[in-house]
């Protein structure tokens, strides 16, 4: 849930219970106050009727508005008196509608005589007023509400569009692009703190980020002009006539582990490099055309080990993709496909929209299938295997998302590649 | 051929020039950026090899000099950055290769070769070794004068071979020339045995001389006399 939502949703409960109750309050105690004036009203009667009945002996009319009528009873008539004020309710022949009334019930005495007397008081009117304030109040309350919600989200929404707009830009941030942060300036000091914390970050990063690349290619360079120094050395000594069998032996030796030195660093620099995505720019290349010209290049190898091609390619396949990166991940897929390949084995390879299938013969293989892609896991225990081919395909499948896996089925082994981003 | 080899890692362009002299060309080097510019202004050169990273200025100035005197010569950038975007760069502004430290220096003289039939012999030159002919501008090889079907592969291999004849070519050398880098090696030395006996066995069926040797536990060695 949003922030907004969640204070917008609190404000208007927190506002609606109060002023729920509020207007309960509020009628009762309006209310409360008109039957308090009415009483008064009426008591002041109570004592002009007594005081007429005590000085005059005429007689008290009975007059037909309901207000002024006098209901004289003898108490002996009456089994309970009410003594007090209540509302009661008269049909009243004009309106032909019940109208509420405040009554008063009181004994007076009259020629020795006890009589109960009620008078009344409409509330028609008062009970008018009553509704028309309780309305007017209540729409007034209702608007304030609303408009201080709309307000106060309109607000909101505007100081929190910079904080939406930081997320949204910390989300495709890049340290690759070598694009700057360039976040909204707000006039809300919570949020500018916010964004000055985090693009002093990112410098701090972007500039540690660089020392690092900077570590990675210079310790790379470092490493490689001593080494070829070494090679370039073995292979002069190499050509010399005067060494026996066993010192070109030695030599031999000592130059391949050299070599295999040199070829580690090259690709443990490419592998950092593909984990550091600096390999930014995607062309859109065709698949089929890749892989085409890599069998074309080992289809002596092919040929050797009598190696039956089967191509299965769907047309106007394209991938947005770097494109020397493709060409590795074909080779090294490809490649292989040929090594663990047996004698007159099949090579399928598919391509579709949606998935790559390189599949070649062979027979199970002996160690963990999810060890597969670790680095230095090989099968074999031969010293000039790298195992470093299958980490290269996984890295390269991670940056652009695709999805690499592999799986033995009928004496055959699969590596397919899903793809979820297609080019257009 | 006249080369001038700008690096400033002094035991490696010693290699390099102990291993072209031997090939006779005429080699000369320098280890600093101003000493290179000097000696390109002062003298003519056929190619010249080049790091990027000099003590004192950058290989690719010295090229961009080079192009603006409209000299034509072969150059060969020698580097430790690999990445792509120095590759193309170097490639851009006018070097004929990019070689990464390490490098095989049969690569490197086999780069040379073919820059120097581009320069003197406009591609048009035909290599002939005893009965062995070949074409590079058509890619093409003969043995006494019958064609030889060799694939892309081996053409290119038998083109190192005689690019260093004489020499031991060890396995990583000629893998590295056939498939470049990131080539996992138990592949590539399979491989490059499956190659080399192709070669060998099409090779004397037209009759040629067996000149391949294998160097055990080292590489091969193409043995000429002419």
Known sequence: MKLLTKTSLNYLSVTLFVFMFGTIAFYYLLRNQVNQNINIELEKRKTSIVNQLLSAHASVYTPQNQNEKVIITALKEIPKPQLSFYDTLFYDNMAQKYIPFRQLGFIANFDHTQYYIQIFKSLEETDNLIVRIFMIMTILVFLIIITLLITVRQTSLQAWNVFYDTIKKINNYDINTHNDFALKQSDIKEFDDLNKVLISMTERIKRDFSNMKEYTENASHELQTPLAIINSKMELLLQSQNLDDKQLKAVADAYDASNRLSKLNKTLLLLAKIENRQFPESKIISPQLLINNQLETLEDLIESKAIKVIKQFDDDVELCINPYLAEILFANLIKNAIRHNIKEGELIIQISNTFICISNSGTELAIDKSLLFERFHKQSSSPESLGLGLSIVQKICEVYSYAVNYRFENNMHHFQIAFKKIAN | ?226
């Open chain 2, 1 to 226: 051929m006249k080369i001038l080899i700008i690096e400033d890692e002094k035991t490696l362009t010693d290699s390099v020039v102990e291993y072209l002299h031997e090939e006779g060309h005429i080699c000369e080097a320098v280890y600093t950026y101003f000493d290179a510019l000097e000696k390109v202004e002062l003298y003519e050169y056929d190619c010249i090899v080049v790091d990027i990273n000099l003590p004192d200025g950058s290989g690719l100035d010295i090229i961009k000099q080079i192009k603006k005197s409209a000299k034509s010569l072969g150059i060969i950038i020698i580097s430790a950055r690999n990445s792509l975007e120095n590759r193309i760069e170097g490639l851009e502004i006018g070097a004929d290769n990019y070689l990464t430290k390490p490098f095989h220096l049969a690569e490197l003289n086999a780069h040379l070769k073919s820059i120097n039939r581009r320069i003197n012999f406009n591609g048009n030159e035909e290599l002939i070794l005893n009965e062995i002919k070949i074409l590079p501008n058509q890619h093409t090889a003969y043995v006494h004068d019958k064609e030889l079907k060799l694939t892309k592969k081996e053409y290119e291999l038998l083109l190192f071979f005689i690019a260093n004849k004489n020499k031991v070519i060890t396995k990583s050398g000629l893998a590295e020339h056939l498939w470049g880098d990131y080539m996992d090696m138990a592949d590539s030395f399979d491989f490059i045995y499956t190659h080399i006996k192709n070669l060998r066995s099409k090779l004397i069926k037209e009759g040629c001389n067996d000149y391949i040797r294998t160097v055990h536990g080292v590489g091969y060695k193409f043995t000429i006399c002419e």
